[in-house]
């Protein structure tokens, strides 16, 4: 869907924690916390408090009130989304509940777009999150099991990324966006999650680009989220296989952390992860014109806890949203 009206983006934020404080991209963050439990009792408080941290300097940037917000999309890795559930408490904002695991924020973001665009709200939020222990705990084992990890896992972000959009303001601008479909190639292993998303992050890229007849080479960058170092090699290779070079490829798990120095396996992951580095990163560059047009495209994979160990298979889903400087 192109809009004829890009909405503009208002303001964002970005909030992270220790580790994210160690990382490249830090600089760029609002706020990083080397207190992961951020003051709280649980790891489950302590990811609602930073995701109300970071919705409160998105709102506070953005010029906008809190009472000017006619819908906010959030999600997160908990069940039921717990920490959007919790952090919504307080804002006395209608909510609108999303799960679509890492690719929450990149469909958050394209619902917030369509809403305004389309005229049915003039200021419109997008905002997820994740943290490391929370996910631990949920999908795999207690930090105080002290597993092994695998090379191929990735490290769940502990960080929160919320964007504020408008129908009238500056750059950058949501020009258009394409929803995914789920996408599922009998992927089982859930320490491999960038080989289960590739495969939805390729169908989401091709549809875009058959029904737009655009190219890789028309964007300065196409953000993947979060692939990682596994998932992005299978990417590229899939897509090349369709006669599509990716030259100007970037994973935001691959961007977040440092490989060689941080011990983050395949790369970073999570909700929280795309989010972060899409308003620590990649929006500031628009913003400031460094960059002019990119591809922010987000990938999830679809599995719970339960369907691990029923042995299922994973599904995959990619959402993307093309960015712009100029309007």
């Given at each position: 869907?192109?809009?004829?009206?890009?909405?503009?983006?208002?303001?964002?934020?970005?909030?992270?924690?220790?580790?994210?404080?160690?990382?490249?991209?830090?600089?760029?963050?609002?706020?990083?916390?080397?207190?992961?439990?951020?003051?709280?009792?649980?790891?489950?408080?302590?990811?609602?408090?930073?995701?109300?941290?970071?919705?409160?300097?998105?709102?506070?940037?953005?010029?906008?009130?809190?009472?000017?917000?006619?819908?906010?999309?959030?999600?997160?890795?908990?069940?039921?989304?717990?920490?959007?559930?919790?952090?919504?408490?307080?804002?006395?904002?209608?909510?609108?509940?999303?799960?679509?695991?890492?690719?929450?924020?990149?469909?958050?973001?394209?619902?917030?777009?369509?809403?305004?665009?389309?005229?049915?709200?003039?200021?419109?939020?997008a905002l997820t999150s994740s943290h490391?222990?929370?996910?631990?705990?949920?999908?795999?084992?207690?930090?105080?099991?002290?597993?092994?990890?695998?090379?191929?896992?990735?490290?769940?972000?502990?960080?929160?990324?919320?964007?504020?959009?408008?129908?009238?303001?500056?750059?950058?601008?949501?020009?258009?966006?394409?929803?995914?479909?789920?996408?599922?190639?009998?992927?089982?292993?859930?320490?491999?999650?960038?080989?289960?998303?590739?495969?939805?992050?390729?169908?989401?890229?091709?549809?875009?680009?058959?029904?737009?007849?655009?190219?890789?080479?028309?964007?300065?960058?196409?953000?993947?989220?979060?692939?990682?170092?596994?998932?992005?090699?299978?990417?590229?290779?899939?897509?090349?296989?369709?006669?599509?070079?990716?030259?100007?490829?970037?994973?935001?798990?691959?961007?977040?952390?440092?490989?060689?120095?941080?011990?983050?396996?395949?790369?970073?992951?999570?909700?929280?992860?795309?989010?972060?580095?899409?308003?620590?990163?990649?929006?500031?560059?628009?913003?400031?014109?460094?960059?002019?047009?990119?591809?922010?495209?987000?990938?999830?994979?679809?599995?719970?806890?339960?369907?691990?160990?029923?042995?299922?298979?994973?599904?995959?889903?990619?959402?993307?949203?093309?960015?712009?400087?100029?309007?």
């Amino acid at each position: 869907m192109f809009f004829d009206r890009p909405p503009s983006v208002l303001g964002f934020a970005a909030v992270g924690g220790k580790r994210e404080s160690e990382g490249p991209l830090a600089d760029g963050f609002d706020l990083l916390e080397t207190d992961t439990t951020f003051g709280e009792k649980s790891w489950e408080r302590a990811e609602s408090k930073m995701q109300a941290i970071c919705a409160d300097l998105a709102i506070q940037k953005s010029g906008t009130k809190v009472e000017q917000l006619d819908l906010l999309f959030a999600g997160d890795l908990e069940n039921q989304c717990t920490a959007s559930n919790y952090t919504l408490r307080n804002l006395d904002v209608p909510f609108a509940g999303l799960y679509n695991a890492c690719a929450t924020m990149a469909e958050g973001l394209a619902l917030a777009s369509c809403f305004v665009a389309g005229g049915l709200a003039q200021r419109t939020m997008a905002l997820t999150s994740s943290h490391f222990c929370a996910a631990e705990r949920q999908f795999r084992f207690p930090l105080e099991y002290g597993g092994k990890r695998t090379p191929t896992s990735q490290w769940t972000a502990t960080a929160s990324g919320g964007v504020v959009l408008g129908d009238a303001g500056g750059p950058p601008y949501v020009r258009a966006v394409t929803f995914g479909r789920v996408i599922d190639y009998g992927i089982r292993d859930i320490n491999n999650m960038g080989a289960a998303m590739a495969p939805a992050a390729v169908s989401t890229l091709l549809t875009f680009f058959k029904d737009s007849g655009e190219k890789p080479e028309d964007f300065d960058r196409i953000f993947t989220g979060d692939l990682g170092m596994v998932g992005s090699a299978l990417m590229e290779e899939l897509c090349k296989r369709e006669g599509v070079l990716l030259n100007n490829h970037e994973d935001c798990g691959l961007l977040l952390y440092d490989r060689g120095k941080q011990e983050v396996g395949a790369g970073g992951s999570g909700a929280g992860c795309s989010a972060a580095v899409l308003c620590s990163h990649i929006l500031p560059r628009l913003r400031e014109g460094k960059l002019r047009r990119v591809l922010f495209l987000a990938t999830g994979a679809l599995m719970s806890p339960t369907t691990t160990l029923q042995k299922e298979s994973i599904p995959g889903v990619a959402h993307l949203v093309l960015l712009e400087s100029e309007k």
